[in-house]
């Protein structure tokens, strides 16, 4: 089966944010800095990966027979759902574990089916660079006169803690007060291209979808 590529930082579903940066203390908006009393930005960044799944692999459409396009010989859709992260950050490797069902449906309603559907988990840094690739395969069971099949999957990534902290120069200047007059009062310092930089790689997403041919994610893509 053909490895699928995926857009960068177009997901169906974030569930853990790293890269969701900052909170802001006071009546600041997000990203933005309190000027009024001299607060700078309070850090509320997770060494976790986020979890989401890449547009356009979230579900899968199997056909019968398998070269025909045609609405009528859909034979299976599954589709991926309740993707739930349960990280343990408390080592120098942060543990992110993501539970998910495969919800299915078949043409059908026949005697009683099981399908074998493959995924992949994928740890991504900085929206672009693959750290690894595993692959998986979901169990779908359908009742005796059921179209309805539902299935588990997990997927699990570990990352150096070092690899998801910023260094101590970059947290200082976007944690550093701020008082009205300064000169960088009114900079957002997300928008520094050094510290923009330095938050995209410590940050990691996992994700997980279908294990797509490219005639499935093709297919996906136009409809």
Known sequence: MNPISFPPRKF?????????????????????????????????????????????????????PATSRDAAAIDVVAAITNLVPQCNDSGEKVYQLADFDVVATRRDAGPARQITIPYFATVVQGGTAVVSKRLGSVTV??????????????????VDRSAATLPADIMERITRK?????????????????????????SFELLVGFQLTQDQLEYNVRR
């Not at 969701?20 to 960044?45: F, L, Q």
């Not at 069971?141 to 570990?158: E, I, L, M, V």
């Open 12 to 64: 169906l579903a974030v569930l853990c944010g790293t890269a969701a940066m900052a909170t802001v203390a006071g009546c600041a908006k997000d990203n933005e800095i309190d000027v009024s009393g001299g607060v700078g930005i309070t850090s509320t960044r997770s060494a976790c990966p986020a979890v989401a799944v890449p547009l356009h692999t979230g579900d899968i459409t199997l056909f019968d």
């Open 141 to 158: 069971n359908f009742a005796d006169g059921q179209t309805r099949g539902t299935g588990k999957g997990q997927a699990s990534a570990y």
């Open 178 to 202: 701020r008082k009205a007059g300064d000169q960088d009062a009114a900079v957002d310092p997300l928008s520094i291209p050094e510290v923009r930089t330095a938050v995209q790689r410590a």
